[in-house]
T-cell receptor, first 112, second 113 residues
Framework: GDSVTQMEGPVTLSEEAFLTINCTYT??????LFWYVQYPGEGLQLLLK?????DKGSNKGFEATYRKETTSFHLEKGSVQVSDSAVYFC???????????FGTGTRLKVLA | NAGVTQTPKFQVLKTGQSMTLQCAQD?????MYWYRQDPGMGLRLIYY???????DKGEVPNGYNVSRLNKREFSLRLESAAPSQTSVYFC????????????FGPGTRLTVL
């Protein structure tokens, strides 16, 4: 079945460091890929998404490129801030299945 | 514009008690979902409703029931709570089913003693 694997956390970085959170997927169809962010005590909110191969999603300085050849959707940010501290979830959704598959989440802590 | 709202925010139950978690959305979305979030396991789908009048089981439906009361509201019922149902529960909605973007409520933290 479809699945999403993302890197284990927690990831601890200093402010202004470069961030990469790895995400790979397996899917039988042609999924859309998502990154959601969860701040403490809140629900998930969409960070960015990509709907087809080679699409790049971007928002708030975060970027991720849909790589079909490596089945990956890694999240990157050039310079993290303390306010980026949160849990990040990679997810996929495939048309016709009615379901979304979420990774286990990666906790990011940014130190001042 | 409230988005997705959930009540209650926190709840403590004793084993065997019942309760209903309420969810409402004001975005005129067709599809609604209930997830549970447990440490190290991400989000797991309990039930979903692709459109008003339909409901289907997700990955972990045992011990739960749902009602799509109307287009706005989707409730989750625990008939006889068990400690294994201690979790954080999230409701979500989307305009259509996958792969549309989902919008999440703030969650209900449930503890079953």
């Amino acid at each position: 079945g479809d699945s999403v694997t993302q890197m284990e956390g927690p990831v601890t970085l200093s402010e202004e460091a470069f961030l990469t959170i790895n995400c790979t997927y397996t899917a039988t169809g042609y999924p859309s890929l998502f990154w959601y962010v969860q701040y403490p005590g809140e629900g998930l909110q969409l960070l960015l998404k990509a709907t087809k191969a080679d699409d790049k999603g971007s928002n708030k300085g975060f970027e991720a490129t849909y790589r079909k050849e490596t089945t990956s959707f890694h999240l990157e940010k050039g310079s993290v801030q303390v306010s980026d501290s949160a849990v990040y979830f990679c997810a996929l959704g495939t048309s016709g299945t009615y379901k979304y598959i979420f990774g286990t989440g990666t906790r990011l802590k940014v130190l001042a | 514009n409230a988005g997705v709202t959930q009540t209650p925010k926190f709840q403590v139950l004793k084993t065997g008690q019942s309760m209903t978690l309420q969810c409402a959305q004001d975005m005129n979305h067709n599809s609604m979902y209930w997830y549970r979030q447990d440490p190290g396991m991400g989000l797991r789908l309990i039930y979903y409703s692709a459109s008003e009048g339909t409901t289907d089981k997700g990955e972990v439906p045992n011990g739960y029931n749902v009602s799509r009361l109307n287009k706005r509201e989707f409730s989750l019922r625990l008939e006889s709570a068990a400690p294994s149902q201690t979790s954080v529960y999230f409701c979500a909605s989307s305009e259509r089913t996958a792969p549309d973007t989902q919008y999440f409520g703030p969650g209900t933290r449930l503890t079953v003693l």
